[in-house]
């Protein structure tokens, strides 16, 4: 949090790192950044799966890489967030995670939507890019 007077911003990421609450990485600062230049005063980074890893493949061999209060815990930091952003990239087809996940979140929004139909990861984005929200699979088949 840089700006305890401004509205937090959670971004929901899908982070094959080992970053954490102490030592940040390249997309942790890029959501950082993002945050920053949408007017937030911090932002809260949650993954769509629980287990951190260093490689999409580690997760993917990982005998549950949800864990049983991922859920639980994304949802009470959204209900915290004055937005929530999609940014997991196309990892999160994984298990159908992302089609699962999606109707449980009200007013999700993304900064862009890749060919696949999932929402982009933040690192190589441009930084001029704002969030729009997004259309649940359920209703539009894919998003817009």
């Known amino acids: 949090m840089w700006n305890e007077h401004k509205p937090i911003a959670m971004i929901i990421g ?20 993002f945050a920053s230049s949408w007017g937030y005063g911090g932002v809260c980074v949650t993954n769509l799966f629980g287990f951190r890893a260093t490689a999409p493949t580690e997760l993917k061999a990982h ?10 815990w994304v949802h009470e ?12 990239g196309n990892h999160g087809k994984f298990l159908n995670r ?7 979140l009200d007013q999700l929004h993304c900064i ?6 999932e929402p982009a990861h933040p690192l190589y984005l441009k930084a001029e890019l704002k969030p729009f929200p997004m259309i649940p699979r359920q209703q539009a088949n894919q998003f817009f």
């Open 112 to 117: 862009k939507m890749n060919k696949s139909g």
């Open 14 to 33: 899908l982070n094959p790192s080992t970053a954490d609450q102490t030592r940040n990485d390249p997309t942790i600062t890029r959501c950082i950044n």
């Open 77 to 88: 930091m959204a209900m915290g967030a004055a937005i929530t952003v999609a940014a997991w």
């Open 63 to 72: 005998h549950d890489p949800i864990g049983k209060e991922n859920d639980a």
């Open 98 to 104: 992302s089609l699962e996940f999606l109707p449980t």
